[in-house]
């Protein structure tokens, strides 16, 4: 059974603003795969629809066999809990430091109050800590996150989101606030996390060679829809073309030799 | 030379200015400046009129002016306590300082409930609009109206006037907490969201956090505005403390050394809590 389905999903901001139209695609357990398009396209709020932060206008999101949109209140807040998220701004407290940062990953598993207050277990700070050390911070445990280079501050937002312990880890652009080796080393663990953990990753992107070079499999978005879904190397030049607009097109696969690798 | 050659053109408008253009700096006679000017010409107007008007009841303008200058000497030169000891001024001091902690500290709670609800990243619209309406309403009265209305139920006295003060610090605090609170990253917010967080833990964990120093400095501030109200209060509401003294020793005593010497005393704490909100801001800034 597929982990996650979408299902003609739409959404419309308002009458003219169409930000996706009657979107599918499924999901399997253990995929590693990029969504692609260019800005504006509708990538992050086909991931925002999935755990429910953008509500759909219409259409069904199906999550781990429970239909996301009937979920109430609480059952909504469980099963994010399963669906970890990183983003393109890190989105951490910056005047927290970087351990309670992760701890936060904690919060949708814990009773409000016990989560308001701060208030873990010794399992949760050990676990947390275990987190750390696996995207190499166990250096900066009870570092500010403002002190942080870009970089970490993503690979603190990837130990959030694991210590969730998830499913599923939604990325929006990761890495399009980072330089090339920062990069590098945050594709690298997502693509580490998505084998050695199991964890099935969907990835936002718009650096097409970057997709290339990462995905298993590739979906196009344009203009809210979805153009291409298939293995990373049935996609042409030409589909790529298709999705970013020719000239575009040309650009992202030319400069593809120099960063990969 | 060369370099000044080419300097030159530079210099030069580019386009020469019109005429009628020349003596409003090259600034076009729109709506705008045609009203501010017209704004002044009835000042002046106003004023002229206002001076050439007043019943001056054979006032000579040069001893009044000299008279006020000796009674200025007098409060400012010769400070001196009669009435009251210097203990007893400490001790009006200190109801004044208190009457402005309890307002600031009854106001900053009930403004920090109310301040998450009047945030619009973190309340509907409805609540938001309703509570900022409400509380525009509250600061646009006076604090003194407040303490008069209060006084009805509670009569004239330091019931009256801490209500009417915390009313008043309420609805600054709230507008002043809200505002710091939408200016919280809403990628932060939505990023705890996204992890299963509910409202209180996001407020708590993100929100707080992120504006605790503007809470604090905002807060600093009211408890300074705070302390010439109550200040005030006590002489206008009977609330106590040096405001009191003060009323007395300048209405009931006519006099002006203490009065003088009050003022001296207001003044020397007012520069120490100016001193402390600065020293607070001074370090919160280089947190952030």
């Known amino acids: 059974m597929s982990l996650l389905t979408v299902k003609g999903v739409s959404k419309h901001y308002n009458e003219r603003i169409v930000a996706l139209s009657d979107v599918s695609f499924a999901i399997e357990p253990g995929e590693f795969v990029v969504i692609i398009g260019s800005s504006g396209a509708g990538k992050s709020t086909l991931l925002r629809c999935i755990n429910r932060i953008v509500e759909v206008t219409s259409g069904v999101v199906t999550f781990d066999g429970l239909d996301v949109g009937s979920l109430d209140k609480r059952e909504l807040r469980k099963m994010r809990t399963k669906v970890g998220m990183i983003f393109q701004h890190y989105n951490l407290v910056n005047r927290l430091c970087v351990l309670e940062n992760v701890l936060h990953g904690r919060l949708g598993y814990k009773s409000t109050w016990a989560g308001a207050l701060g208030i873990y277990s010794e399992e949760e700070k050990a676990q947390a800590l275990r987190v750390l050390r696996l995207v190499g911070l166990e250096e900066q445990v009870y570092q500010r996150c403002d002190q942080l280079s870009g970089g970490q501050k993503q690979r603190v937002g990837i130990a959030r989101a694991l210590l969730q312990d998830p499913k599923l880890l939604l990325c929006d652009e990761p890495i399009s606030s980072l330089d090339p080796n920062a990069s590098k080393v945050i594709m690298d663990y997502l693509k580490k996390i998505n084998t050695e953990l199991g964890i099935t990753c969907l990835v936002n992107l718009h650096q097409v060679h970057i997709a290339l070079a990462y995905a298993e499999r590739i979906i196009g978005v344009k203009r809210g829809r979805v153009v291409y879904d298939g293995l990373t190397e049935h996609l042409t030049a030409e589909t790529i073309h298709d999705i970013y607009g020719s000239e575009a097109g040309d650009l992202l696969l030319g400069s593809g030799g120099n960063h990969v690798g | ?288």
Not at chain 2, 99 to 104: N, Q
Not at chain 2, 119 to 137: W, Y
């Open chain 2, 1 to 288: 030379m060369q370099r000044e050659q080419s300097l030159a053109p530079l210099w030069q408008p580019k386009v020469r200015p019109r005429l009628g253009q020349h003596r409003a700096l090259n600034k076009p006679l729109d709506k705008g400046t045609l009203f501010m000017r017209l704004t002044m010409a009835i000042f002046l107007a106003l004023t002229v009129l206002a001076f050439a008007s007043f019943d001056y009841q054979g006032l000579n303008i040069y001893n009044a002016f000299l008279g006020t200058i000796a009674n200025f000497r007098v409060l400012m030169l010769s400070p001196q306590l009669t009435h009251f000891s210097l203990v007893e001024a400490a001790e009006g001091m200190l109801i004044t300082l208190s009457l402005a902690l309890l307002t600031t500290v009854i106001g900053a709670i009930l403004a920090l409930f109310f301040g998450l609800l009047a945030a619009q990243n973190l309340s509907s619209p409805l609540i938001s609009g309703l509570i900022k309406g409400g509380v525009a309403f509250i600061r646009a009265v006076p604090t003194i109206l407040w303490v008069l209305i209060f006084a009805i139920a509670a009569g004239l006295g330091s019931v009256a006037a801490v209500t009417g003060m915390a009313f008043h610090s309420v609805g600054y605090l709230v507008k002043a907490y809200a505002e710091a609170f939408e200016e919280v990253d809403s990628g932060v917010i939505e990023a705890l969201r996204a992890t299963g967080a509910s409202w209180w833990q996001i407020v708590c964990q993100a929100v707080l956090p992120t504006a605790q120093s503007y809470l604090l400095s905002w807060t600093f501030v009211r408890f300074e505005i705070n302390f010439v109200g109550a200040l005030a209060m006590g002489a206008a509401a009977g609330a106590g403390g040096l405001g009191f003294d003060l009323f007395l020793a300048s209405a009931h005593y006519f006099d002006l050394r203490e009065v003088g010497f009050i003022t001296y005393l207001v003044l020397a704490v007012a520069l120490v809590l100016e001193t402390i909100t600065t020293q607070i801001k001074v370090r919160l800034r280089v947190q952030t």
